[in-house]
């Protein structure tokens, strides 16, 4: 299926490695030119060569954090103007629900809250005078249904969530549209530090903790970021400008729900 996008422009945050990475490379496929970030200069380069010499693309790699005010006006000073934003960041570390203090509450919001917003701020007005735009957040399942362990994703981005569900509504007549995907357990360095700490806290192997998260999936494997790039690169298409402030769920029907 042809995207219709080639010789569009994309900021995809976060993409050095893992999701983010599969949405450039798919979006790279589709003809789009990309900018891309991450905070380690190293692996940000090499991804971007690679995604040019595979598609042809023009890659623009920028090395910042897009947590902080200084990166994202980094970010943003690069990348002009973008047809397409993929908002991405690490999540925050898991533990127990009494563990966490406003510090930590602040730091989560910045990084999975209130970063996707400021870029959505800095941008969306661009794409609304231009007549067309596609934001796509990378959030996660955990905004349907809790993960114990990871309160303060649960928090943040349930945040985003509402905001995207206001915003994306006032700006769709304008052709932009604003949606979340929200990932289940895909195979990647956040997966593996979170099997890690399943394997040290119950005394089991790294391999063991994540043949048991598999068998509990009804997929029975973790999903893949080619997966999750090809339907991060549709939802930016020409065919999807009729979705709007929805939550996609890429999760191998873990989230055992009707709707
Ligand atoms: P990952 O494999 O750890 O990759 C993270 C990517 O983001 C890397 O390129 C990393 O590069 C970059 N990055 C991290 N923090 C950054 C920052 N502050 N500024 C700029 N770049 C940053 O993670 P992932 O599995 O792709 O997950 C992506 C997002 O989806 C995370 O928010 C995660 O919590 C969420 N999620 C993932 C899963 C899953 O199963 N994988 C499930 C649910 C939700 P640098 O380290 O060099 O900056």
Redesign the pocket.
Known sequence: MDLGIRGKRALV?????????GCAEALAEAGVDLVM????AE??EAAAAEIRSRYGVEVTAVA????SDE?RAKVLEAAGAVDILVN????PPPGMWTDWDREDFIKALD??MLTPIALIKALVPGMMERGWGRVVN?????VKAPIPALGL?NSARAGLTGYVAGTSRQVAGKGVTINNML????A????D?LDKGVAAREGITLEEARARREASLPVGR??T?EEFGATCAFLCSQHAGFIVGQNILLDGGGVNSTL
Do not use: F, M
Request: hydrophobic share 30%.
């Open positions: 945050c976060a993409s050095s490695k893992g999701l983010g990475r970030n991450a905070r380690g692996a940000l910042a954090d897009i947590t990166g991405n960041a690490g999540g990084a999975n990378i959030t996660s399942q955990s994703s990932p289940g357990i895909h990647t360095d956040r997966a530090a973790y999903g970021s």
